[in-house]
């Protein structure tokens, strides 16, 4: 209180929740369908997560409109090989076609 005013604070609760998540990405840039060349999925469920319900899930319960910051870092844990599809080998046993077909022919 100064002079008769009343001053009045509002601190807001803000809360920063980190979260470690770990999910498998698939990149295969010459999909044929857009949705294919990039695949982000649940290690455990093989689901695609939901970026939007995981921030939902850390601002909390409250209902209203939020303004959030996300930070995203991406750190490489493992890379799989890509397996080359196998080349197989087929051998055709050599055919000798009779003298008569080769003359109708």
């Avoid at 010459?30 to 060349?37: Q, Y």
């Avoid at 080349?87 to 077909?101: G, H, K």
Wanted: aromatic share 6%.
């Amino acid at each position: 209180m100064h002079n008769g005013c009343v001053k009045t604070f509002w601190k807001m609760d803000l809360r920063v929740s980190p979260m470690m998540k770990h999910y498998i990405l698939n990149l295969n840039p010459t999909a044929k369908h857009e949705w294919d060349r990039f695949i982000l999925r649940d290690p455990l469920t093989a689901k695609r997560p939901e970026i939007a319900k995981l921030i939902a899930e850390a601002v909390g319960a409250d209902t209203g409109s939020y303004l959030v910051s996300v930070n995203i870092e991406v750190q490489v844990l493992e890379q799989a090989a890509v397996p080359q599809a196998e080349q197989l080998s087929l051998s055709f046993p050599e055919v000798s076609v009779p003298s008569q077909l080769r003359e109708a022919a």
